[in-house]
């Protein structure tokens, strides 16, 4: 009996606790739109929401976003396989599987360079690009933000969201 417990929380645990957090990174991605000032060519057509190959992600993200609307936008989720897969879109999750060193400029040259969110989750992210970045300190997931960044694609972000960031880098 304890052997099976031990299974448990050695191997089964953490995919729990890994789901959870994602279903909460996914829920502040669909909130954090809300607080940024979007220019007039990112209000046309569907709002994208984009990931880089995390399946998880784009599951908890459509299931949030089905048959929403941001303004007179449909909300839609697509799923990219790879970083050179890129095409615009108003908002790009990129889960700490992706190699951002490597990659970035890849992904702002097939962003078009404007009116993008780059939402990333690793430690060091904003130093390549991402304009807001999920980090987990004292157990806790928060997010910090580079208004430089987003400034960068022609994005606003609100005092509101800056309130509830861990750190803000100007």
Do not use: H
């Not at 890994?18 to 060519?41: C, S």
């Amino acid at each position: 009996m304890k052997r099976v417990f031990l299974f448990i929380v050695i191997f089964v645990l953490p995919f729990l606790v890994r789901g959870q957090v994602a279903r909460y990174k996914a829920v502040f991605t669909t909130n954090f739109i809300r607080y940024i000032g979007w220019p007039d060519a990112a209000k046309q057509g569907d709002f994208i929401i984009g990931v880089v190959r995390d399946k998880e992600m784009v599951d908890y993200l459509t299931k949030l976003s089905k048959g929403k609307k941001f303004g007179f936008q449909d909300i839609v989720t697509k799923e990219f396989k790879s970083p050179a897969d890129v095409s615009y879109c108003q908002v790009l999750f990129i889960p700490d599987n992706i190699n951002l060193n490597k990659n970035a400029s890849t992904i702002i040259d097939k962003l078009g360079g404007k009116n993008s969110l780059i939402i990333t989750e690793k430690e060091g992210a904003t130093k390549y690009g991402a304009m807001i970045n999920f980090v987990i300190r004292d157990n806790k997931l928060k997010f910090e933000i580079n208004k430089a960044n987003a400034s960068k694609f022609g994005l606003q972000i609100s005092s509101k969201l800056e309130n509830m960031a861990s750190a803000i880098k100007l």
